[in-house]
């Protein structure tokens, strides 16, 4: 009987689930006339050639309306729920009233500069005394605008369909011109025969592309038919420039273009850019691509063709004699001599006082050197008399970028008066502002918990005259979060609780753009652009259960080691965390507990840590909207008390009973932590991408400290996790945390998977569909919570699961983001019983609420 409950229930689930997707996508083609036809889909028939087929697509003109999961048609169906034909004539009604809005704030505004135009007489009255007996004018009132309604605004119904999407009608002069250009981009691959002669073009339409209708929708059909594409027989080169020509055949082995591939105009255009960059390298300071041509030669057999690689000589006009267009030989240049201007102004004619010169680098200034010399000087990666390269050129603007301290770098190379082959570089910097403060107040979400702040930075960027940069940090705020101890009478409000949580502290950075002892001693590449990272910080945190202190000092170092390569090294990090007025309440809910890990988790202790992060993003600001993939990797390798117990060990250094080592009579933790954050973005057409994370973890805590510092420990849930469950509440593993009260759910291990489409609504306003999935657990069995330990035959079963809905307002420079979700697999119940079809998830949807994408 209970089974056909449950089956019940979830056949109306899946009815309603079916009933929404009908209601968004019924009848889209009900507005559409007699001989109109929706567009429903382009399909690329593709089974010869091997063309990335979205490279195809990209070709295709009509493109149809967008779907949501790619099934609901959202935009069209809002688009189709307004009544076009009562827009004019609300719009003139709404006009009629902005008219006489208008009329009577013109009125009012008149009325308002008549008076100021009598006070401003008076004014002038006055002004001619004033003047008289040597006075300042007293300036004039200016008169007011009135802000009036504009009547090109568009009505509600406007904005509806605006937000929308017009139906995409089938329009065949627009299919006759997509296949015109996927046949002109087939040739640019070599498939010349598409488009060989007039007859053949007539008989390939016919099987090129054809269109078929169902119910007033349209599949437009691009077949793309059998034909055998050419390939490179022999490459010739054609330079007349004999020095020119000797670096290009140096360096052929490198060269893009190979005897027996397929001609590939993409391929041509690359070969030409690497060498525009290779030879730029090599002196050619003026070379460009323009003089770089390629010829086809076809009058061969079997489908192969002979490609010419030509390169033109340098063009110049001959101003002595009618501006005829002469050509020579490329020049090589060599560099004369380089300028710094660490203070340059734009429009300064008055010139530089002073100058110095210091490793083969002329300083050029008016007062006094803001930055060392030595500091500067080591980023310009070129010298005098060397070869132009411009690689190292760019290298040198990097690294002047790095250093953070300027708002712009120009490298301006000039050809040196009186030599034909000399290059004079200026090096124009242009330093931002010295010193400077600011002080914010902002609403906070921490993993959940609601919150206001205010911070107070100061910061420093040029502290030693090395662009060294020094942060001063000054934090406050108040949160307001669930009490650990429930009294009689609490109310318990998710939103709208008493700020009950104050925390308090300064931090302190300093960084320093080059490596520091011991990281002096090695060498690292020369794009590394290393830093040098010094940290110190406190915080105190006042709770109505405790209250907690950490103090925190590092070092550590900054490197790249690739385009998209970071990785940080912190050899030292000691943290000393101190918890004290424990309430009695709270206190005896701890003993009541006889948990040991809830009980370490708020006694004092010292973490001394040794940390590894590598991190790979390959998204910039350049490719951000080209690549269809952007991968993200980030690993953390932790070590905590492990050496500092092996000197307490050689040094015989007394234990306590529990066998524990203490610094400062606080017993310092030892664990071992690796952790990683894997994520894949998908670009779907112009607005939509589909997200993947896969995130998790674990920690080995050692002889001294038996459980992680709980600042180390893994935790589920919340506005940036399994976001179907409040912060903390997850796990670990099967267990029931109903149980434990309030006490948040921590854990030695995690494992977390997300999948996130995300899509465009109006303009700034997005949306997003997620599915959500992670838990976590304890190492080692724990008999005060049952399932809570990870086990082989059992943790695939215990992943809590959660989906939902989003929206996102980006405003560019912040995200504010609203995700709903409810719980669909619940591991805390018997196996067999977790999901939750049958036990209303809807009405235990959760609300978070962040700022920036959850990932």
Not at 51 to 60: M, Q, W
Not at 430 to 445: D, L, S, Y
Not at 497 to 508: I, R, V
Not at 548 to 564: A, D, I, T
């Amino acid at each position: 009987m209970q089974k056909r409950v449950r089956k019940i229930k979830h056949l109306k689930i899946t009815v309603l689930i079916f009933g929404l997707v009908f209601a968004f996508s019924c009848n889209p083609t009900k507005k559409l006339k007699p001989n109109e036809y929706l567009l429903e889909k382009n399909i690329i028939e593709d089974k010869h050639t091997g063309l990335d087929e979205a490279e195809v697509e990209s070709y295709i003109r009509q493109k149809p309306n967008r779907k949501i999961l790619k099934t609901v048609q959202f935009h069209l169906w809002l688009y189709n729920t307004i009544d076009q034909s009562k827009i004019p004539a609300a719009r003139e009604k709404r006009n009629k009233k902005y008219e006489r809005i208008n009329e009577k704030r013109k009125l009012k505004t008149d009325r308002k500069n008549k008076k100021i135009e009598r006070k401003n007489e008076k004014i002038r009255l006055k002004n001619i005394e004033r003047e008289k007996k040597g006075y300042e004018s007293k300036p004039l009132r200016q008169p007011k605008t009135p802000k009036l309604k504009d009547p090109a605004k568009l009505t509600w119904r406007e904005n509806v369909m605006d937000a929308g999407e017009a139906p995409v009608v089938l329009d065949s002069f627009q299919t006759k011109v997509s296949r015109e250009q996927i046949q002109k981009y087939l040739f640019t691959k070599g498939y010349f025969n598409s488009k060989a002669t007039d007859s053949v073009v007539k008989t390939d339409a016919k099987k090129f592309l054809f269109v078929t209708y169902k119910k007033k929708r349209a599949y437009v059909h691009y077949r793309i038919s059998k034909s055998t594409p050419y390939h490179i027989k022999n490459i010739t080169y054609k330079i007349p420039d004999e020095q020119l020509s000797y670096y290009v055949f140096q360096d052929t082995l490198h060269s893009l273009i190979k005897r027996g591939m397929r001609y590939d105009e993409d391929v041509l255009q690359k070969e030409r850019e690497r060498i525009v960059a290779t030879q730029k390298n090599n002196g050619y300071f003026e070379f460009s691509q323009e003089y770089i041509y390629y010829r086809v030669d076809t009058n061969l057999n079997n489908h192969e063709l002979n490609l010419i690689l030509g390169i033109k000589n340098f063009a110049y006009k001959d101003l002595t004699n009618g501006d005829t267009i002469l050509t020579r030989p490329h020049t090589r240049y060599y560099i004369n001599k380089i300028y710094i201007i660490p203070d340059y102004l734009v429009g300064n004619k008055s010139g530089y006082k002073d100058s110095v010169v210091y490793n083969g680098v002329t300083f050029l200034y008016s007062d006094k050197l803001k930055f060392k010399k030595r500091d500067i000087a080591n980023k310009v990666m070129f010298h005098e008399g060397e070869i132009f390269v411009n690689a190292a050129a760019e290298e040198t603007y990097g690294k002047l970028t790095d250093l953070r301290a300027f708002k712009n770098v120009n490298l301006l190379f000039l050809k040196t008066p009186g030599t034909s082959d000399r290059l004079d570089c200026f090096i124009q910097l242009m330093p931002i502002m010295k010193q400077n403060f600011t002080v914010e107040t902002e609403g906070t979400n921490t993993t959940g918990n609601l919150g206001v702040a205010g911070s107070f930075v100061y910061q420093n960027r040029n502290l030693l005259r090395g662009a060294e940069l020094l942060e001063l940090k000054l934090r406050g705020g108040l949160t307001a979060q669930s009490n650990f101890v429930k009294e009689e009478g609490d109310v318990n409000n998710d939103f709208f609780q008493a700020f009950n949580t104050f925390q308090f502290g300064p931090e302190l950075n300093l960084y320093v753009p080059k490596q520091l002892f011991p990281f002096s001693v090695f060498r690292f590449n020369k794009n590394a652009a290393p830093k040098t990272v010094f940290t110190s910080s406190f915080n105190y945190q006042q709770r109505p259960e405790f209250a907690r202190s950490l103090s925190n000092v590092s070092y550590g170092f900054q490197y790249k080691s690739g385009e998209f390569i970071r990785q940080s090294i912190v050899p030292f990090e000691f943290s000393i965390i101190k918890v004290s007025n424990l309430s009695a309440d709270f206190q005896s809910e701890l003993n009541n507990s006889n948990n040991l890990f809830l009980k370490n988790t708020f006694i004092d202790h010292v973490t001394t840590v040794s940390r590894y992060s590598f991190s790979y993003n390959n998204q910039t600001a350049k490719n951000a909207n080209s690549r269809k993939y952007f991968t993200y990797l980030k690993l953390d390798a932790e070590s905590s008390g492990n050496i500092m117990r092996g000197l307490y060990n050689l040094t015989g250094q007394p234990k306590d009973t529990a066998g524990r080592y203490y610094i400062l009579n606080v017993p310092f933790a030892q664990f071992l932590r690796l952790a990683y954050d894997y994520r894949l973005y998908k670009n779907i057409r112009k607005s939509g991408r589909l997200v993947f994370r896969a995130t998790g973890g674990v920690g080995k805590p050692l002889h001294n400290l038996r459980v992680l510092p709980y600042e180390k420990s893994f935790f589920g849930g919340g506005p940036n996790s399994v976001r179907a469950w409040k912060a903390r509440t997850v796990g670990p593993g099967s267990y029931n945390s109903e149980n434990d009260g309030n006490f948040d759910q921590i854990g030695d291990a995690q494992l977390e998977f997300n999948i996130e489409y995300r899509f465009n609504i109006y303009k700034f306003l997005n949306g997003a569909w997620f599915v959500d999935a992670g838990n976590i657990w304890l190492r080692k069995p724990d008999p005060q919570k049952p399932g809570a330990d990870f086990k082989l035959d059992r943790f695939y079963k215990e992943f809590a699961t959660g989906s939902g809905f989003g929206l996102r307002a980006d405003f560019s420079f912040f995200i504010i983001r609203l995700d709903a979700a409810f719980k669909l697999y619940d591991p805390k119940y018997i196996e067999g019983n977790r999901w939750t079809f049958d036990k209303k998830p809807i009405r235990g949807t959760v609300l978070n609420f962040g700022i920036g994408y959850p990932f």
